[in-house]
């Protein structure tokens, strides 16, 4: 087994994120950006688990270090200090080429400018992280992907590109791949950013049906309290730091809180 330092162990024994309930996990995260005078600290000291299963909203100001904190969840981006695990795996100790791979298999992601490759169409757009990986889904997986492209109604698209497809249906696009290999963990950086609102509001009940039905784990930025009233719980971020965790909330009372928020800062 992984050495998991950082983890406090209860008479010797090893305590995971898994035993947790954790589908992922940061201790005493710390990101700054540069050095001496110019250096900004977009992460201070942050400490969260993220529960397996959950759709779990962060929301914060502009530069409150969002971003920043799913790319380095994410394997994309690496601290300045602490320690982060996807499932059991510390994260910060991996190889670029494992952290490719971590990327590939065990996370998904769904962007706010959709990212599909406008070339392939969109059985080629959510195949895509297996092309990736050099495999061919297993029976099992393909029924999983048929189902998903059925129950996202695009069954009828399968063969159109991106360029074809509205905004939504591009996003629902994402949504498949992202959701196609099973991921331990999806990240959505504010997925609803390039839609209507009626179109964005399908595109989260999707995310929280995924959540829902199938168990997926899902990490949303956003700094839109309608999209955060999606979500099973919200963390909140002002300066690098979090200042709240709070379960399903109404726009209206997140609204009130990053109200205060902002007036507080
Ligand atoms: N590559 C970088 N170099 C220098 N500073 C950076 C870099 N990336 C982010 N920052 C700074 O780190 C802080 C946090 O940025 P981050 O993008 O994580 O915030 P955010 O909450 O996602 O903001 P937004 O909602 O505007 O996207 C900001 O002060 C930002 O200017």
């Not at 099992?140 to 695009?154: C, F, N, P, Y």
């Not at 991106?162 to 290999?181: D, K, N």
């Amino acid at each position: 087994m992984i050495a998991l330092r950082g983890i406090p162990s209860v008479e010797g024994m090893q305590i995971t994120p898994t035993d947790l309930g954790l589908i992922a996990r940061v201790v005493s995260l710390g990101k700054q950006y540069g050095t001496g005078a110019g250096a900004v600290t977009a992460l201070e000291d942050v400490s969260i688990g993220l529960r397996r299963g959950e759709f779990t909203a962060i929301m914060g100001p502009s530069g409150s270090g969002k971003s920043t904190l799913m790319h380095i969840m994410a394997g994309l981006d690496s601290p300045t200090s602490g320690r982060v695990w996807v499932g059991d795996t510390d994260v910060t100790e991996l190889s670029d080429s494992a952290l490719t791979l971590l990327r590939r298999r065990r996370v998904g992601f769904v962007f706010q400018s959709f990212n599909l490759v406008p070339t392939l169409d969109v059985r080629g757009n959510i195949m895509l992280p297996f092309e990736l990986d050099g495999r061919r889904p297993a029976t099992e997986e393909q029924a999983w992907i048929d189902g998903l492209v059925d129950s996202l109604g695009l069954a009828s698209r399968i063969r159109h590109r991106p360029h074809e497809l509205s905004g939504g249906q591009q996003q629902r696009v994402a949504i498949a791949r992202a959701l196609a290999t099973r991921p331990d963990l999806v990240f959505a950086d504010e997925p609803t950013g390039n839609l209507d609102s009626r179109t964005g509001r399908e595109v989260l009940a999707l995310l929280a049906e995924a959540s829902s039905r199938y168990g997926q784990s899902i990490a949303m930025v956003t700094h839109d309290p309608v999209a955060a009233s999606h979500a099973d719980r919200i963390l909140y971020l002002a300066d690098g730091r979090i200042v709240r965790d709070s379960g399903r909330s109404t726009p209206e009372e997140i609204s009130t809180y990053m109200l205060a928020m902002e007036q507080a800062a």
